[in-house]
C-alpha cells in the first residue's frame, strides 16, 4: 500500500505545473491586460482640458504655475478649492512645467497611463489576496472596461482618483504580504508609507484599513487583537486625514436635513448604495452631474424607495449563499460598501447624489 501511494504521490508531482508555466500564464494575462486597456482608452489623450475643475485644478491654479519652493510648501500646507490632495497637485505642477496649458495632452496621458497601471494592480492585489489567477484576470478585466470608470480616466481633474487608487492598492498587496508573513516588518512599513502618499492623493483613502482588516478576516477567517493592533497607525492616520478633509470640505457640504424630511433623508443616504449596484450590472444615463431629486408633494421619485427593498434583497440572498461561496460573496459586498460609505451623504459634500467616479475603487469588491 505504501508503494502505491508513493506511486500515486510521483504521478502528482509529474503533473503539477511548474513554476515557469505559472509565471508565463501570469505575464499572458498581464499583457492581455494592458493592451486591451490601451486600445479601449487611448482616445482620451486626444481630449482637451474642460472649463469645469480642469480650470480651477490647472488653468488657474497658482501653486502649479511653477516648481518653486514656495510653491511646492504652499502644495503641501494649504488646502486648495475645498481640497487637500497634495500629491495629486504636484503631478499638475510637474506636467505644467513642460506643457502649461497648451498641451493637454499630456495630463491626459498620465491619466491614461495611471489606469493602466491600476488594471495591472487590481490583478496583483486579487490574485495575492485570492490565489486564482483567472478569476484575477476576470476583475481585473472588468475594472478596467466598466463604463462607470472612464469619467475618473477622461477627466483630468479627476487624477485624484487614479492616483489614490495606485497608492492603496500598492498598499493593500504589501499588507496581504504581511498578513501571509511574507518579510513582515518590511511589507507592514511600506504599507503605512504607501497609504500616507495614498491619503496626500485623495481623502478618500481613509477607508483602506477597513478595506486591509476585511483582507486579514478573508486570508485568517477570524481577527484577532494583534490584528487589529497593527491595524492601528492606520486607523489613526485615517483619523487624522478625516479631519483634515472635514474642515477643508466645510463650504461644499450639504444640510440635507434642511432639504428633506426625516423619512426621505434616510432614502436619499441609502439610494447611492442600490444606484451603484445597478450600474454595475446595467450602467445606463450617464451624467457629469446628478443632481439631488426633489420632492412632489412630500414624495421622491418612485424608484428612491425601491433602494431598500432591493438592499434587504441582496442581504438575504448573501445570508442564503451556501459556503465556500458565502465568504467570498460577503468579502466582495463589504469592500464595496465600505468604498461608498463615504458618498452615501451621512456627511453631504457637493452638489451630486451620485456620480460615476465614486465606483473606481468600490467596484474591485
Known amino acids: 500500500m505504501s508503494v502505491k501511494k508513493g506511486k500515486n504521490k510521483q504521478k502528482q508531482i509529474k503533473q503539477a505545473p511548474p513554476e515557469k508555466n505559472r ?3 501570469v505575464s499572458v494575462y498581464v499583457f492581455i491586460l494592458i493592451i486591451v486597456t490601451a486600445l479601449v482608452y487611448i482616445n482620451v489623450i486626444q481630449h482637451e482640458l474642460t472649463n469645469w475643475d480642469d480650470q480651477k485644478y490647472i488653468t488657474d491654479n497658482p501653486y502649479i504655475k ?3 519652493g514656495e510653491n511646492i510648501a504652499n502644495i503641501f500646507t494649504k488646502p486648495y ?3 487637500y490632495h497634495p500629491i495629486t497637485t504636484l503631478t499638475y505642477a510637474v506636467e505644467f512645467a513642460f506643457a502649461g496649458t497648451q498641451s493637454p495632452w499630456l495630463y491626459h496621458l498620465t491619466n491614461y497611463l495611471l489606469h493602466i497601471l491600476n488594471v495591472v494592480l487590481v490583478f496583483v492585489f486579487i490574485k495575492k489576496l485570492y490565489n486564482e489567477k483567472l478569476v484575477a484576470f476576470a476583475s481585473a478585466l472588468l475594472f478596467a472596461l466598466h463604463p462607470m470608470h472612464v469619467e475618473s480616466v477622461a477627466w483630468v481633474a479627476e487624477r485624484k482618483d487614479l492616483l489614490y487608487t495606485f497608492f492603496v492598492l500598492l498598499s493593500l498587496i504589501c499588507y496581504v504580504r504581511f498578513i501571509k508573513r511574507e518579510r513582515t516588518g518590511l511589507m507592514w512599513l ?3 508609507l504607501l497609504f500616507v502618499f495614498s491619503l496626500l492623493s485623495k481623502s478618500a483613502a481613509v477607508m483602506m484599513p477597513v478595506w486591509a482588516l476585511l483582507c486579514v478576516w478573508f486570508l485568517k477567517n477570524k481577527v484577532v487583537l494583534k490584528d487589529i493592533l497593527a491595524l492601528v497607525p492606520f486607523f489613526a492616520l485615517s483619523l487624522l486625514f478625516g479631519i483634515i478633509a ?3 470640505q466645510e463650504e461644499a457640504m450639504n444640510a440635507l436635513e434642511i432639504a ?3 423619512f426621505n433623508r434616510a432614502i436619499v443616504i441609502i439610494y447611492p448604495a442600490f444606484y451603484y449596484l445597478i450600474q454595475f450590472v446595467v450602467p445606463f444615463n450617464f451624467n457629469a452631474l446628478h443632481a439631488f431629486p426633489i420632492e412632489t408633494n412630500g414624495f421622491l421619485p418612485y424608484y428612491y424607495y425601491l433602494s431598500p427593498v432591493v438592499l434587504a434583497a441582496l442581504i438575504f440572498g448573501v445570508i442564503r449563499t451556501r459556503p465556500p461561496h458565502r465568504k467570498v460573496v460577503v468579502f ?3 469592500f464595496f460598501l465600505a468604498g461608498i460609505l463615504l458618498v452615501t451623504h451621512v456627511v453631504s459634500i457637493g452638489q451630486a447624489i451620485v456620480a460615476e467616479r465614486y465606483t473606481y475603487v468600490p467596484y474591485i469588491g
Open 23 to 25: 509565471k508565463v500564464a
Open 66 to 68: 511653477s516648481l518653486s
Open 81 to 83: 478649492f475645498s481640497n
Open 190 to 192: 511600506l504599507a503605512i
Open 246 to 248: 472635514l474642515n477643508t
Open 260 to 262: 428633506y424630511s426625516v
Open 332 to 334: 466582495g459586498l463589504l
